[in-house]
Each structure stands twice: as C-alpha cells, then as structure tokens.
Nanobody
Framework: QVQLQESGPGLVKPSQTVSLTCTVS??????????WMWIRQTPGKGLEWMGAIGYSGVTYYSPSLKSRTSLFRDTSKNQFTLELSSVIPEDTAVYYCISRDGAGTRGDYWGKGTLVTVSS
C-alpha cells in the first residue's frame, strides 16, 4: 500500500508563503495516469480540492486558489510540494496530500494531514 507523509511548518504569519512537502513511499508511481493532489479541510468550508500534479509535471489548479498556488514534484525523491502564497487566516486548515490512480484500479491514498495555522 502506498503511504504518504506531509511535512511543513505548523504556524505561518499572514502574507507569507507556506510550503508543504509530501513524501510518497510503498510503491512506484511513475506512470502518466497517476496524480498527486492537495486537499484541505476547514471548519467553515469542509473539504476543498486545491490542485493536482501528474508524474509528467502537468498541473491542475482550483480556480479559487490558482493565483496563489504552485505545485511541484521531484520524481527522484518521490516528493511533491505545495506552495501557497500570501496566506491569510482563512487559510488555516488541515492539509492533506493524496495519491490518485487515474485509471481507477484502486482507491485514493491519503496522508494523515498536517495542520497549518495562519496567525500573527
């Protein structure tokens, strides 16, 4: 089973950029129909899809967040990264990384999530 682990700062100040990295282990995901996604959960909005990046590097972004979101991947390290710029307190959430098999042969694998708090 594929395992994912998020890492990043737990506390950031407004206007800063938060960088979260997800490390993938337990299986090779080096095919073009595999995608790595970021989803966050807030008390007010629930689950919100932020974006996804494919093994090839193709990216997809939520329209509401695309201006502040960047996704990267490093296939040599089995890692992918989310950068969210100009953060505001409303960005406070639990951030999850997810591995998705685009071919539908298995269900999604979720990381445990990491809490990011935006506060002065």
């Amino acid at each position: 089973q594929v395992q994912l682990q998020e890492s990043g700062p737990g506390l950031v100040k407004p206007s800063q950029t938060v960088s979260l990295t997800c490390t993938v282990s337990g299986g090779a995901e080096t095919v073009d129909y595999y995608y790595w996604m970021w989803i966050r959960q807030t008390p007010g909005k629930g689950l919100e899809w932020m974006g996804a990046i494919g093994y090839s590097g193709v990216t997809y972004y939520s329209p509401s967040l695309k201006s502040r979101t960047s996704l990267f991947r490093d296939t040599s390290k089995n890692q992918f990264t989310l950068e969210l710029s100009s953060v505001i307190p409303e960005d406070t959430a639990v951030y999850y990384c997810i591995s998705r098999d685009g071919a539908g042969t298995r269900g999604d694998y979720w990381g445990k999530g990491t809490l990011v708090t935006v506060s002065s």
